[in-house]
C-alpha cells in the first residue's frame, strides 16, 4: 500500500505533462519567377547578378519583403518590391546628389526620377525617404518651388469621382501630397498629385503644415517632360 502511494506522489517524468511543441513547420518553397527588376534585387541583396530568378533568389527577395511589410510577399521582382528598395538604398544619404535645396527651413524634396519623397531642414533628414507616385504623361506633376496653402484630412476629389485622396496637402493648384488607397503603382501615375501610401502620408500629414515648402525636379520614368 505504501508503495502505491509513493508512486501515485512521485514527480512526474519529464517527458510528460502538456504535449511538446509541434514541430516548425517547414520554410514553403519559393517559386516565383524572374521579374522585370530582377538584376536591381539581385544586387541590391549581395545576390549573384544574373537576371535569372534561383531559388535563392526567391528567398532573399520573400524575405526583404517581409522585413519592409510588401504584400504579397512571393519573392516576385516587381515594381513594387523595386520602389521600395529605391528607398531603402536611399536612407543613409537621399540628397547626396544635392538635388533638392537644402535651406535652414523644412522642405519636402520630391525626386521624380527615382519616385521618392523625404523632408529635410538643413542637412538633416526629419522623414526618410519614401516611394510615391507621381503625375502621368500628359499630367506631370508641376517641377519647382511651391508651398503648402490647404490641407484636408479626409479630401474627396471633387474631379475624379469623390475619389479617397486621405491627408491631402495641396501646394500647386489641384497638386497635392496625398495618401492613395490599395495599390499605390497602379495605372502607371497619378493625375499630378505625388500620392503615397496611407501610412506614410499620415504621417507626413503629422510632420508639415501649412506654409511648408515643397520642391519638385527630376522626370518621372516613362513620361516626356
Known amino acids: 500500500m505504501l508503495a502505491a502511494v509513493l508512486a501515485l506522489a512521485a514527480p512526474a517524468p519529464a517527458h510528460a505533462g ?50 519592409h511589410g510588401i504584400t504579397p510577399a512571393d519573392g516576385y521582382p516587381g515594381l513594387a518590391t523595386h520602389r521600395t528598395m529605391v528607398a531603402v538604398a536611399a536612407r543613409a544619404h537621399p540628397n547626396a546628389a544635392g538635388a533638392c535645396p537644402v535651406r535652414t527651413h523644412r522642405v519636402t524634396c520630391v525626386d521624380l526620377d527615382r519616385q521618392l519623397l523625404w523632408v529635410q531642414r538643413g542637412s538633416a533628414v526629419d522623414f526618410p525617404p519614401v516611394p510615391v507616385r507621381t503625375g502621368r504623361d500628359g499630367q506631370e506633376t508641376r517641377p519647382g518651388w511651391h508651398e503648402i496653402y490647404w490641407r484636408s484630412k479626409d479630401h474627396e476629389s471633387t474631379l475624379y469621382d469623390n475619389a479617397p485622396m486621405p491627408y491631402a496637402q495641396f501646394f500647386d493648384g489641384g497638386q497635392a501630397l496625398h495618401g492613395r488607397p490599395g495599390d499605390l503603382y497602379a495605372h502607371g501615375g497619378s493625375a499630378g498629385c505625388v500620392n503615397l501610401s496611407v501610412p506614410d502620408a499620415e504621417r507626413l500629414w503629422n510632420l508639415l503644415d501649412e506654409g511648408d515648402a515643397v520642391y519638385v525636379w527630376g522626370t518621372k520614368p516613362g513620361t516626356e517632360d
Open 18 to 67: 502538456p504535449a511538446r511543441a509541434a514541430a516548425a513547420v517547414p520554410e514553403p518553397a519559393c517559386t516565383a519567377g524572374t521579374g522585370p527588376y530582377q538584376r536591381e534585387l539581385e544586387a541590391h541583396l549581395g545576390r549573384p547578378v544574373d537576371g535569372t530568378q534561383s531559388p535563392a533568389d526567391c528567398a532573399a527577395v520573400r524575405t526583404f519583403q517581409r522585413a
